[in-house]
Structures are given as C-alpha cells and as structure tokens.
C-alpha cells in the first residue's frame, strides 16, 4: 500500500470513531514472525497482527499482538 493512501486511511478510520482491530502482510523470504521492523512500525498495540510467509512451498500463518513490552502469539484456528 502506498505509505500516503495508508495515512490518509489511518485519519479516515481515526476521524470516523472507528478503531482498527487488525492488520496483515506478508514475508515472502522470511517466516511468519514479527520481524525488528515489525516491532519498530507497529503503532496499533491493541491490534491482531496476521503475518504470511511466503518462504516455503506452502504458506504459512501466524498472528501476534505486537506492543512495547514485546510479541504475544495470538492462536488461530481452522474454520
């Protein structure tokens, strides 16, 4: 996503009283873990944070709570 459309949505759910309650990306090299960088840019502590790998032949999903104090896995399940 383009970093200005992000911000500018960022202000739009901000200005609407709506609140975001997760977020995604993927690691297409790396695996499903919260990397240094995903720490440092997480601004949305109380938000589930879904990552994708992409390393292996089949991807691979994991969710984290990702705050100050560190990473929380957040267990998933099938459906």
Do not use: F, N, W
């Not at 977020?23 to 240094?36: E, Q, V």
């Not at 994991?62 to 099938?78: A, H, M, Q, V, W």
């Amino acid at each position: 996503m383009d970093p200005e459309v992000q911000l500018s949505t960022m202000r739009e759910i901000r200005d609407g009283g709506l609140e975001i309650t997760g977020t995604y990306h993927s690691h297409p090299r790396t695996s499903a873990i919260p990397s240094d960088r995903d720490a440092q840019l997480s601004a949305y502590p109380e938000a589930a944070h879904a990552i994708i790998s992409l390393a292996h032949r089949e991807p691979e999903t994991r969710c984290y709570r990702i705050t100050e104090k560190g990473t929380s896995p957040i267990p998933l399940r099938r459906i």
